[in-house]
């Protein structure tokens, strides 16, 4: 009887027509144009990553649901699929499947399930599973193919990153180094030029197909813009100033449109559970991970930095939502 409590909170009351499934499907739906053209610039390696990482989500928390936590399976909702595709956006399209799987049982095993499942769970799973396998495996989470290799998989070639271009022109001091990088118009567009050097992770080779999906969710109200506007901005307007001040930092467009920085703006740092509650309380969210992720990025040891940005701010958030709380209907200001 405890479970079918019915629990009616004081009014007003306020009927809504969204649900975990809606939501979580609305967020997949998002990530077709992304799905799209990480097939067509990788191919096979493509398939083989986001059907292995899908899969193993989906049987890992199949699994641990039902013989470990002993509750109805919770595989349909979403969660899963979603966990599974931002993992495997997360990863280079040479990825050996074992490598792929252990991610996998790390994302939903202890960034998830640990914590009793969807809802509790303090740190975003498909973060908590990149950076495990960062930490664990750094020389095959960090050799990028090149694109255009539709057929190859394990032996693709592979080569430097825009964001490695830009770390190497920071170390050096040779602002040269950044006429390396592709054109902003080509890292947002997606194109071959980006064959001449390695695009990153799945998710990393087209900004405009992320951008697509953050219109259709604003659109479908999936999410507000408070969390990506703020982290884009941060990241754009500390770009640019560093570059105004010293050439060797590359300009804030190419800054914005490399690397994970869409993709964990737009569809990780949006995360319901990881995120804070209120408008105010997401500002403030956003603009920590731009700074933190510009820190990182220029100064830290990984040329990335957006994925330690947004588990750092997950940490957070609980302390954001007590200290930025909304107004109370009816609250009447205390008089000072």
């Given at each position: 009887?405890?479970?079918?409590?019915?629990?009616?909170?004081?009014?007003p009351?306020?009927?809504?027509?969204?649900?975990?499934?809606?939501?979580?499907?609305?967020?997949?739906?998002?990530?077709?144009?992304?799905?799209?053209?990480?097939?067509?610039?990788?191919?096979?390696?493509?398939?083989?990553?986001?059907?292995?990482?899908?899969?193993?989500?989906?049987?890992?928390?199949?699994?641990?649901?039902?013989?470990?936590?002993?509750?109805?399976?919770?595989?349909?909702?979403?969660?899963?699929?979603?966990?599974?595709?931002?993992?495997?956006?997360?990863?280079?399209?040479?990825?050996?499947?074992?490598?792929?799987?252990?991610?996998?049982?790390?994302?939903i095993?202890?960034?998830?399930?640990?914590?009793?499942?969807?809802?509790?769970?303090?740190?975003?799973?498909?973060?908590?599973?990149?950076?495990?396998?960062?930490?664990s495996?750094?020389?095959?989470?960090?050799?990028?193919?090149?694109?255009?290799?539709?057929?190859?998989?394990?032996?693709?070639?592979?080569?430097?990153?825009?964001?490695?271009?830009?770390?190497?022109?920071?170390?050096?001091?040779?602002?040269?180094?950044?006429?390396?990088?592709?054109s902003?118009?080509?890292?947002?567009?997606g194109s071959?030029?980006?064959?001449?050097?390695?695009?990153?992770s799945?998710?990393?080779?087209?900004?405009?197909?992320?951008?697509?999906?953050?219109?259709y969710?604003?659109?479908?109200?999936?999410?507000?813009?408070h969390?990506?506007?703020?982290?884009?901005?941060?990241?754009?307007?500390?770009?640019?100033?560093?570059?105004?001040?010293?050439?060797?930092?590359?300009n804030?467009?190419?800054?914005i449109?490399?690397?994970?920085?869409?993709?964990?703006?737009?569809?990780?740092?949006?995360?319901?559970?990881?995120?804070?509650?209120?408008?105010?309380?997401?500002?403030?969210?956003?603009?920590?991970?731009?700074?933190?992720?510009?820190?990182?990025?220029?100064?830290g040891?990984?040329?990335?930095?957006?994925?330690?940005?947004?588990?750092?701010?997950?940490?957070?958030?609980?302390?954001?939502?007590?200290?930025?709380?909304?107004?109370?209907?009816?609250?009447?200001?205390?008089?000072?």
């Amino acid at each position: 009887m405890a479970n079918n409590k019915l629990i009616v909170s004081l009014s007003p009351h306020a009927h809504g027509n969204d649900s975990v499934e809606k939501n979580m499907y609305g967020v997949i739906i998002a990530l077709i144009p992304a799905l799209l053209v990480s097939l067509y610039y990788f191919g096979l390696g493509s398939a083989v990553v986001l059907s292995t990482s899908v899969a193993a989500c989906l049987f890992f928390e199949w699994a641990i649901t039902k013989y470990i936590l002993h509750r109805e399976s919770t595989v349909c909702d979403g969660s899963a699929i979603l966990t599974g595709l931002l993992l495997g956006f997360n990863l280079p399209s040479n990825l050996p499947v074992w490598i792929i799987i252990i991610g996998a049982l790390f994302a939903i095993g202890v960034g998830k399930m640990t914590f009793g499942g969807l809802g509790q769970n303090p740190f975003n799973p498909a973060l908590v599973g990149r950076c495990f396998l960062l930490a664990s495996f750094p020389a095959q989470m960090t050799s990028w193919p090149v694109v255009g290799q539709w057929t190859s998989y394990l032996d693709a070639q592979t080569g430097a990153t825009p964001l490695a271009l830009m770390k190497q022109a920071i170390k050096s001091g040779d602002a040269s180094v950044l006429e390396e990088l592709p054109s902003s118009l080509h890292m947002l567009l997606g194109s071959p030029e980006l064959a001449t050097s390695g695009a990153g992770s799945l998710g990393e080779v087209c900004a405009l197909a992320l951008l697509l999906g953050l219109a259709y969710m604003l659109w479908k109200r999936i999410i507000t813009w408070h969390i990506p506007v703020s982290i884009i901005g941060t990241v754009f307007v500390l770009s640019g100033l560093m570059h105004l001040a010293n050439p060797v930092y590359a300009n804030p467009f190419a800054v914005i449109l490399s690397g994970g920085l869409m993709l964990g703006a737009i569809f990780m740092a949006t995360d319901y559970v990881t995120s804070p509650m209120t408008a105010r309380g997401q500002l403030i969210y956003g603009v920590a991970i731009g700074f933190l992720t510009v820190a990182i990025r220029n100064w830290g040891s990984y040329p990335e930095g957006m994925s330690f940005a947004i588990l750092i701010m997950n940490a957070f958030t609980p302390l954001i939502n007590i200290y930025v709380k909304p107004k109370r209907f009816g609250e009447v200001p205390e008089k000072k």
